[in-house]
């Protein structure tokens, strides 16, 4: 095929599920309720754990930044895609696609590493109650959450500049609904070993090494509530961690099977499907994970909420 740099800048085709126009009116209503609630949900989140003095804790802390990062993450996603199902027209423009490319990429990293950060706070709350007030310290937050971010974005940098020095082919036809490194690298005509190695190393620091180290974290949980003699006290302890796996098990769990699984695995709409799933579904459902397992989390919903309406 042609090789082109030039023409990449008059934009991009995302196929999306282009080819099952039945489905894609079924995705637009689906997704746009999702969306909505999902701006409501984490929106709730970020105004009672700033409101609500009993939430000024390190948990709600980095809640809150989760929800601000989820918030953003939706928001560089589902607008365009909403576009694209609406109609046929399927475009989006080079600009968009490299600030659409580089946004999500930074907050999926972020997401990765703040997930690790939560489940250390987990582990520092349940298996060194004594100094948890010391460890976790208001400057040690800001430590942590400054990290995550920037992390994330650092590598994002690095990603987005050797995607989009490829030369692509020119029909610049991506097959996905967002621009998304995998489906980037597949319209590019060279060779893309150095990249795919790229990929797999991005894969290891932003996925693997952060996702053994919540394991190790919550093995060393589960040890430590093991030993608590108290039934009521084991499952109060393993009740201020649920919350949170599941969050880890949900995200973890597709973004493994994307960037991780032989991609001759699955076929390329299940594939979507996975994307679909992480992108839009997962944001959503954090904060009903969240409020319906924690009592003070709906009570200062609840409060918040009454406040309002009065």
């Keep these: 095929m042609k090789r082109t740099n030039a023409s990449t800048l008059e934009g991009f085709i995302l196929l ?19 969306y909505i609630l999902t701006l409501m949900g984490n929106t709730a989140i970020i105004l009672v754990s700033y409101f609500s003095p009993k939430l000024h804790t390190p948990m709600y802390f980095f809640l809150s930044n ?38 999500a990429l930074g907050l999926g990293s972020t997401e ?20 948890y007030g010391v460890i976790m310290h208001p400057k040690l937050l800001r430590q942590l959450a400054a990290l995550a ?20 082919c020119s029909h610049h036809m991506v097959n996905d609904f967002m621009c998304e490194e995998p489906a980037l690298i597949k319209i590019a005509c060279v060779n893309t070993t150095f990249l795919e190695n790229e990929l797999s190393i991005a894969s290891v620091l932003y996925v693997v090494i952060p996702l053994g180290l919540i394991l190790v974290s919550y093995g ?19 009740g201020t961690c649920g919350s949170h796996l599941i969050v880890v098990v ?8 994307i960037y991780i699984q032989p991609k001759s695995k699955y076929t390329q709409n ?17 904060p009903l994970i969240y409020t319906l397992r924690n009592k003070e989390a709906k009570w200062a919903l609840q409060r918040l909420l009454g406040r309002d309406s009065s």
């Excluded at 694209?84 to 946004?103: A, E, H, M």
């Design 270 to 286: 299940y594939s979507k499907f996975l994307t679909l799933f992480y992108t839009v579904v997962t944001p959503s459902l954090n």
């Design 112 to 131: 990765c590493i703040l997930l690790t950060v939560m489940a250390y706070d987990r582990f520092s709350a349940i298996c060194r109650p004594l100094h």
């Design 66 to 103: 989760l929800s601000f990062l989820d918030l953003c993450f939706t928001t560089s996603v589902v607008p365009q895609m909403l576009w694209n199902l609406k109609g046929p027209d399927k475009t989006i423009s080079y600009t968009g696609c490299v600030i659409q490319l580089f946004v």
């Design 250 to 257: 949900l995200f973890f769990g597709t973004l493994t099977s």
């Design 220 to 238: 060393c949980i589960v040890r430590t509530v093991l030993k608590i003699k108290s039934t009521e006290g084991r499952r109060k302890a393993f």
């Design 16 to 34: 999306g599920f282009s080819d099952q126009p039945h489905l894609e009116m079924v995705l637009l209503l689906v997704v746009s309720i999702i």
């Design 149 to 168: 971010w920037i992390s994330g974005f650092a590598g994002s940098t690095v990603q987005t500049v050797l995607v989009f020095q490829l030369p692509l």
